[in-house]
């Protein structure tokens, strides 16, 4: 049964760094899109970042130069580092994977295995 569990999450202020992880059970992360996604209460789910199997990575906009996404294959995990964060930053952070190749998409309903999610809070 394919699980992701996020964790790493938490307060900040503004200009400090957090590094979120995705431990993935169930299937090996290297065979499978992986990708970070954000949501805010009233807003819809906002792509982050990918990585697709060939090690490809895609950025939004908002989090190029500030954001990285790795995996580490040996531990089944992906990571997002964070630097630079900025209030705009807060927000549910959840890891998901997409089964099929989907060509580093940020678009949510192209990823078929979400996790829990983990909150990350900037302050000013």
């Known amino acids: 049964q394919v699980r992701l569990v996020e964790s790493g999450g938490g307060s900040v202020q503004a200009g400090g760094s957090l590094r979120l992880s995705c431990e993935a059970s169930?299937?090996?992360?290297?065979?499978?899109?992986m990708a970070w996604f954000r949501e805010t209460p009233g807003k819809e789910r906002e792509g982050v970042a990918t990585i697709d199997r060939d090690g490809s990575k895609s950025y939004a906009d908002s989090v190029k130069g500030r954001f990285t996404i790795s995996p580490d294959d040996g531990k089944k995990t992906v990571y997002l580092q964070m630097s630079s964060l900025k209030p705009e930053d807060t927000a549910m952070y959840y890891c998901?994977?997409?089964?099929?190749?989907?060509?580093?998409?940020?678009?949510?309903?192209?990823?078929?295995?979400w996790g829990q999610g983990t909150q990350v809070t900037v302050s000013s």
């Open positions: 998901a994977a997409a089964t099929r190749w989907v060509g580093n998409s940020l678009r949510a309903s192209d990823f078929d295995y």
């Open positions: 169930g299937f090996t992360s290297s065979g499978f899109c």
